[in-house]
């Protein structure tokens, strides 16, 4: 199994990169063999979209003549490192009320028509991408689902649209919420009640996956 280990916190120790390498830690428990690939947007953030790209997205000529290999090098490598992985592994915080710029940086430049995005004759997007399980821990200062939820969640929304509009439709998000305002230990409870979810959301993935 091949892991692909995304983090988007900007501190060295945070929620977030907890969740994730718990996540990873599960999952090699039950594949000892698996290997990991990171990206630490966090501490390494990528460049946000720059002129050449954004000029070669919107031109479809210019990508037909195939003289766009500079300016597409950055997304091939991530959209290749994606294609790769047997799962993908995020932990990003809730930043006012959705995805970090850094995670969205990267998500602009796996998003790409013709590439991972086809469109049907009647103008339809689907995904070009092999689905695989995605599973996203997220960590949020404040409450956004369930009974206490006190703020709005555009994260979840916007990751299921985004991941789906490239095939990838087996998502699981572990919310590990209201860290702001509860201790340690009983953070650490919620993050284990969060982790006992996978194996059956690993049992769920399988079962779609033979439905195909």
Known sequence: MNILHIDCSPRPESHSRDLSAAIVSHLSVTDPDASVIRRDLGRYPLPHAESDYATVLSSPGTLAEG??????????QLI??????????????????????VLKAWIDQILRMGRTIGVSPHGEKFGLLQDKPVYVGIASGGVFTGDRARQPDFLIPYLTAAFGCVGLNSLHFLPLQATAFLGHDELAANRDVLLAT???????????????
């Open 67 to 76: 003289v766009s290999k500079g300016a597409l090098g950055l997304s091939e």
């Open 198 to 212: 996978l194996p059956a959301a690993r049992e769920a993935v399988g079962a779609a996956a033979l439905r195909q």
């Open 80 to 101: 290749q490192e994606v294609e790769a992985a047997d799962v993908l592994v995020i932990g990003t915080p809730m930043n006012n009320f959705t995805v970090p710029s």
